[in-house]
């Protein structure tokens, strides 16, 4: 039977833990982070939650200078952009996270294959705050 | 193996409104525009009364017009009622898969004569919500949350392409300029302009407000300035994004063994293919996009063709980038080679592969759910030598089109061939 633990919102229940969760396949060993309820390697269902230690590499990356609302109302524009990228996890499976603690001003000088290591970022503030994944160099 | 069409389907007429920014019409009304210009293009006409069902693509009028179940009311508006009319969103791919659905729905027998039309009406809504609607494509719980926009999924793309390959980021820039030349010579496209011509505009234009006249050695200056070509998400500037637009398109497809009735020219669909895959983050690699490849091995396989055979394609350039990758998932140039026959003109006009003669989604515009049937209106055209000055030269027998939903989660292909 299903993990309740495995259902889609509890990735961002484990954020809000500074957890990076994702779950292993009991039948054939695939590792997906963000976790399923099945499967999709093998479609078994057996399948528990596990937590990484959120390593990784730089696999793609953009600096982002026109914002969506959600973004533009955390404070980014296109004099202060942010970067947003494809990590590549140490433990396989790749994730979408916002990358800080880069110079952005030459976004010629990030490399894709840099070390990367999860971190957290709050957005928003009051009632309307909410902590992310992101990652930062390693 | 990919089976035959359980019995063939012709295209026998096409239409489509200018594509652009029209405050005055919705798009409904752009969709009359459409269904006007296409029962002028049906040689032998026909009774709207013949139709039997309506596939239409349509990505978000929920967003863009705060209208849903579209599909009735469009029918209503062209006077088709009460024939069975479905609305098909897979995102940018919406215009494709309906052409799909109606592929399918006259193969299985079942009907003889299809309406597919495509139409989105983008431009009522400020820049901002227009980005929003457009995020609805993507992940909602994994992707945006990550702070991704279109571009910026195109740009990460981009980002994978030009460190895997080593490639010239020029390559980009001379996307754009090809596609530009092409919509310059189509009436029909929103930027009806070459880089060229959009430079002197500019000029005239600081001229006219007694401004200083800004000046650039050639097309590729002009966009390497970032006054005249800002940075949307790196690597990624305007004009390596297709523009907000509004428009429709309609394609009138026919039982083969009825074709001749309704013209001595028809087209036929020889293959289809469609394919899925999850989020960016999801797959294998991040410099081609896998669904792509495999609904357009399925097409060709239906069509007994090989990427050799086409003589022109029309792809799905909502990015410079993905025109790039595009024509390798297609087979055209192999993996890695893209971007160099994007800089050494293979793909123009005069090229081994002309790619977007329309001017592509670059230029001719993308309102989202028209730009799939859209493709077939150009596909019409240059089979039937009615191109204008874009008109490319030779015996044109074989033609593709490439329709890309959100990052490539949905791709449809189709491959279309004349006889005579």
Known sequence: MTDHALHSKAFHEAIAEDLLIGSRCLVCGNISIPQRQICPNCHSDKVERIETNGKGTLAAFTVIYVPPTSMAEAGYNAKNPYCVGIVALEAGPRISAQIVGLDLNDPATIKIGMPLKQTFVVRGEGESAKKFLAFEPA | MAKKLSRGVAVVGVGMSKFGVFPEKTSRDLFVEAFQELRQSVQKGFDPKDIEAFYMGNFTSDCFENQAHLAPIVASWVGISPVESTRIEDACASGGVALRQGVLAIASGEV???????????????????TDALALAADSLFEIPAGFTFPGFYAAMATAYLDRYKADPDALLRVGIKNHENGGLNEKAQFNQSIKDVMISKQRKAAQKGLPIPEWADEMAFLKDPKSNPMIAWPLRLFDCSPVSDGAAAVLLVSEELAAKFTDE????????????????????????????????????????????????????????????????????????????????????D??????????????????????????????????????????????????????????????????????
């Open chain 2, 112 to 130: 003889d004569v299809v309406l597919v039309g495509g139409l989105e009406k983008m431009t009522d809504l400020p820049g901002a919500k227009v």
């Open chain 2, 266 to 349: 028809p087209i036929f669909v020889v293959g289809s293919g469609q394919a899925s895959d999850g989020a960016l983050a999801e797959r294998a690699s991040l410099s081609e996009v896998p669904a792509a490849a495999k609904a357009s091995k399925h097409a060709y396989e239906m069509a007994g063709l090989t990427p050799d055979d086409i003589d022109f394609a029309e792809v799905h350039d909502c990015f410079t980038i993905a025109e790039i990758m595009a024509i390798e998932d297609l087979g055209f140039f192999p993996r890695g080679e893209g971007w160099k026959a994007a800089m050494n003109g293979q793909t123009a006009r």
């Open chain 2, 351 to 420: 090229g081994s592969h002309p790619i977007n003669t329309s001017g592509g989604l670059k230029s001719k515009g993308h309102p989202v759910g028209a730009s799939g049937v859209g493709q077939v209106v150009e596909v019409w055209k240059q089979m039937h030598g009615l191109a204008g000055e874009r008109q490319l030269r030779g015996n044109l027998r074989h033609a593709l089109t490439h329709n890309v939903g959100g990052t490539g989660q949905t791709c449809v292909v189709h491959i279309f061939e004349k006889r005579n």
